[in-house]
């Protein structure tokens, strides 16, 4: 651990000798010494043992926002109840076809979190070493390129355009094996551009470079591009919101979903 921080520039060679004095003289271990002492943060700890364990996250210094709780607080108990979700995910659908790497994260009415569970699933699964890909399909009120710090680059509705190529994805270095592709440009015709085989081909060779695709949607209330990334993606996760949620626009959308042959893997109450 005291190289990795020494080679970070987070502790000097002096201090880390004064640690290593520390722990011998007392038998503990060597972030509890070095916070003892006054040497070293919780958040370098956690930095170190990131490195030590190929688990990456966020510091305090990060310009991503602080609704990826998956990255900035990988012990806190939102971010246990995301991995048991993953592990659901990766029971039910991922893990039992190859050509099972798409899940459409859907809800019937708006600000119920689409985009907060779909940021934070994506990245869950990045933790695993699975090659992950997020999908902004939200072209009418995109979050994720706010979320993640991206400006306003090319992205979906550009490539689905023909008017961009592979390079609007874009890889998120603080986080190995997360990638996202940003809603891009805002069009005026969303639903057309994902109603359009081109979609269903670029799902397709997205499929050949990563393990796990998340797609992020708009309200299905408010337009009918939800239930087309659902059909397309062949799966999809529901997300309500306790004491916003209507449960009969939630059964109608859900049920719609079923009769266009969509597997509704699961479902996930915010706010419980």
């Given amino acids: 651990m005291g190289a990795i921080l020494i080679d970070a520039g987070r502790l000097s060679a002096a201090d880390a000798e004064r640690i290593l004095q520390f722990q011998r003289e007392r038998g503990a271990r060597f972030g509890d010494s070095g916070m003892a002492l006054g040497l070293l943060t919780d958040d370098d700890i956690r930095f170190a043992l990131s490195v030590q364990f190929d688990y990456p996250y966020l510091g305090r210094d990060s310009n991503l926002s602080r609704e990826l709780v998956a990255a ?64 902004d399909a939200d072209m009418r009120s995109p979050r994720q390129h706010q979320l993640f710090n991206l400006g306003k680059n090319v992205g979906l509705s550009d490539m689905l355009a023909g008017r961009a190529g592979p390079e609007a994805v874009v890889g998120i270095a603080a986080l190995q094996d997360l990638s996202v592709l940003p809603a891009g440009a805002i069009p005026p015709n969303p639903q057309e551009l994902l109603g359009r085989p081109t979609f269903s081909a670029l799902l397709k060779s997205l499929g050949e470079e990563f393990d796990i695709i998340i797609i992020d ?20 996760l529901v997300v309500a919101r306790q004491n916003t949620s209507s449960l009969r626009q939630m059964s109608q959308f859900t049920q719609g979903l079923r009769e266009f042959g969509v597997t509704l893997v699961g479902s996930v109450l915010n706010d419980a």
Avoid at 89 to 102: H, I, T, V
Avoid at 217 to 236: F, K, L, M, N, Q
């Fill in 72 to 135: 900035y607080q990988p012990g806190s108990r939102p971010v246990e109840q995301l991995r048991a979700l993953r592990s659901q995910l990766m029971l039910r659908w991922f893990d039992s076809g190859a050509d099972r790497k798409e899940l459409a994260i859907v809800s019937a009415g708006p600000k119920e979190g689409r985009s907060y569970i779909a940021a934070n699933l994506a990245i869950v699964f990045s933790q695993l070493c699975e090659r992950t890909l997020l999908i």
């Fill in 217 to 236: 949607t708009p309200a299905a209330s408010e337009c009918a591009d939800a239930h087309t990334v659902a059909v397309r993606a062949g799966a999809a």
